[in-house]
């Protein structure tokens, strides 16, 4: 499975982007799906995770209230809407699929459960 992020660039203190994840799988509602970030010099952290018919989301406490998960099977699409951004969002961000059974998306803390990993798109918000 390959997976193309899309939607980053600079942005400024308070302003909204929407990232975009396009997979290349005729069978992308069998995935659950995540986003994560890694900022210069830290380690990769979980942003928020959705499971496969979209009718599930959980989120890091640093997303909640600000940033919305969800999916477009229809499309092999997953997005991430990103409201009041801040300079602390700025980082590389990453989709990633996991095939798994599980339907527990707080496994998604450990980022090292995904089988799939786009390249990543980078968001700076600028202060």
């Known amino acids: 499975v390959q997976l193309v992020e899309s939607g980053g660039g600079l942005v400024q203190d308070g302003g909204s982007l929407r990232l975009s994840c396009e997979a290349s799988t005729r069978i992308f509602s069998m995935y659950r799906m995540g986003w994560f970030r890694q900022a210069p010099g830290k380690e990769r952290e979980f942003v928020a995770a959705i499971n496969r018919s979209g009718s599930s989301t959980y989120y890091a406490d640093s997303a909640k209230g600000r940033f919305t998960i969800s999916r477009d099977n229809a499309k092999n699409t997953a997005y991430l809407q990103m409201n009041i951004l801040k300079p602390e969002d700025t980082a590389v961000y990453y989709c990633?699929?996991?095939?798994?059974?599980?339907?527990?998306?707080?496994?998604?803390?450990?980022?090292?459960?995904?089988?799939?990993w786009g390249k990543g798109t980078l968001v700076t918000v600028s202060s």
């Open positions: 990633a699929a996991n095939r798994g059974l599980s339907t527990d998306l707080k496994e998604f803390l450990n980022y090292r459960v995904m089988d799939y």
